[in-house]
């Protein structure tokens, strides 16, 4: 009987714990924001270069743990010797760095130990059709 009084007042305290924590929703663009803040060693770029949808060029490199971004949780960016602010949109997946020009990242994929940063554009030069894709990976 005494046993069954334990558990009884165990499995009370159990539920009061889980309704007494609250949830809280965040938006896309506050967890986004909240999983940049810290430091990211850059780990590679990869650049391709395609023209009439033949690759031209692609180039591949590697990073030293001192090459480093830095995300603070007030806006703030650091490469570098480069400082600047940087803002996420209100969906979470492009990331603006308030340089001159200021400079715009897709947000590829996003996990808890890994960013992977794209970049897209397209030219056309007469006939031909030039896109270069860029890519940084960071890596904590």
């Known amino acids: 009987m005494k046993k069954l009084k334990i558990v009884v007042l ?4 159990l539920t ?8 809280e929703t965040l938006s ?7 999983h940049f ?3 990211w060693p850059l780990k590679s770029r990869v650049s391709i270069e395609v023209k009439n949808k033949d690759t031209v060029k692609k180039d591949t ?5 001192i090459d480093t971004l830095v995300f603070t ?3 703030k960016y650091t490469k570098g010797l480069i400082s600047a602010d940087y803002s996420i949109d209100a969906a979470g997946e ?21 960013i992977v940063l794209t970049q897209r554009r397209t030219k056309t030069v007469g006939a031909d059709i030039f896109t ?7 890596v904590k």
């Not at 165990?10 to 305290?13: D, F, I, K, M, T």
Request: proline content about 3%; hydrophobic content about 40%.
């Open 61 to 65: 490199i590697r990073f030293s743990p």
């Open 132 to 138: 270069y894709y860029l890519e940084e990976n960071l």
């Open 16 to 23: 009061l714990t889980i309704y007494a924590c609250k949830k």
């Open 28 to 34: 896309d663009q506050q967890f986004v924001q909240e």
């Open 94 to 114: 492009n990331l603006t760095i308030a340089t001159t020009p200021a400079v715009n990242w897709h947000i590829e994929f996003l996990r808890k130990t890994s």
């Open 37 to 39: 803040v810290g430091k």
């Open 10 to 13: 165990l499995l009370a305290c």
């Open 73 to 75: 949780a007030d806006g």
